[in-house]
């Protein structure tokens, strides 16, 4: 403001304006004079005088504040109350928000797994295989009876799903196998069967399952021949692969293709028996 009143008082212009005032005698010169001063300090002393290159001059870089520049970068490593401190205060309310959480995964109904709920599974088959000759065969052959290679039997079993991918479990199981003879009463061979079994299994989606599984135990051969019993003991293994086709969330028909051992010494003579090679079972397994 003080270079706009210099400016104008070295106007050359000033002395032909006031000549006027100065010959109306000295009351109202003083008065005429007071009034130009008041309407220039109010000219010097609005806004549009403020502005750069009207009333002043504008700030050049050499004028610039550099202490601003260190309050900023200083604010900016500052922790939360000193930024807030030096006017960098952040946005508490949004700094509080939790973040947002991702939505849980949902498997599509192609690619459905064991559900967590159903951990206990029940299994029921039945199964027809091919039992090598052995010692026994022979022998019965030799005694006019026909030769019988037909293995037929069955079992439960019950079975957890530590995993989708693992379940363990046994299964109960009996197997016979006969020997027709033309006059004679038929010769006949039941095993009741324990086995601890494991299963890998690996979804197909919709409920179908593909597994491997394994079992061992014992058999109990028991052989009957014209009234006159005898026992012995079978080791068992038992090795398959099979298809659970899922028709329910809960129910699947079970197929299996397997390789089974079965065979040991029933009679005095110690001729063996086989009780298991090559077999094939369909089943029904629930879930619970």
């Not at 039992?131 to 022979?138: F, S, T, V």
């Not at 069955?154 to 006969?178: E, H, K, N, Q, Y």
């Not at 063996?272 to 879930?287: P, T, W, Y």
Request: proline share 6%; glycine share 14%; charged share 20%.
């Amino acid at each position: 403001m003080p270079r706009v009143l210099i400016g104008i008082a070295a106007s050359p212009s000033l002395p032909r304006a006031l000549a006027p005032l100065l010959r109306r005698g000295p009351k109202r010169s003083a008065l005429g004079l007071g009034a130009l001063g008041f309407a220039l300090l109010w000219v010097a002393s609005s806004p549009a005088m403020a502005q750069p290159g009207v009333g002043q001059p504008a700030a050049s870089e050499e004028g610039f504040d550099e202490s601003f520049d260190d309050d900023f970068g200083s604010a900016v490593g500052a922790e939360p109350e000193e930024a807030a401190a030096r006017g960098g205060a952040i946005d508490a309310e949004s700094a509080a928000e939790p973040a947002e959480e991702a939505p849980a995964f949902e498997p599509s109904p192609g690619d459905e797994r064991v559900p967590e709920e159903l951990r206990l599974w029940f299994a029921g088959n039945v199964l027809l295989g091919l039992g090598g000759e052995q010692g026994l065969d022979r022998a019965l052959e030799a005694r006019g009876y026909l030769a019988a290679t037909t293995v037929s039997g069955g079992s439960v079993g019950i079975f957890f799903a530590m995993r989708p991918w693992l379940w363990l479990g046994g299964t109960l199981g009996l197997r016979a196998r006969t020997w027709s003879h033309s006059t004679l009463s038929s010769a006949s061979v039941l095993a009741p069967e324990g086995l601890a079994r494991a299963r890998l299994s690996t979804s197909l989606g919709r409920g179908s399952r593909l597994f491997l599984e394994a079992g061992v135990g014992m058999a109990i051969g028991i052989f009957q021949l014209n009234g006159v019993s005898s026992a012995g003991a079978m080791p068992r293994l038992s090795a398959s692969i099979g298809l659970a086709l899922g028709f329910d969330r809960r129910a699947a028909i079970a197929l299996r293709l397997g390789w089974d051992y079965a065979r040991g010494a029933l009679d005095s003579s110690g001729a063996e028996v086989e009780m298991g090679r090559v077999m094939l079972s369909a089943g029904v397994e629930v879930g619970e």
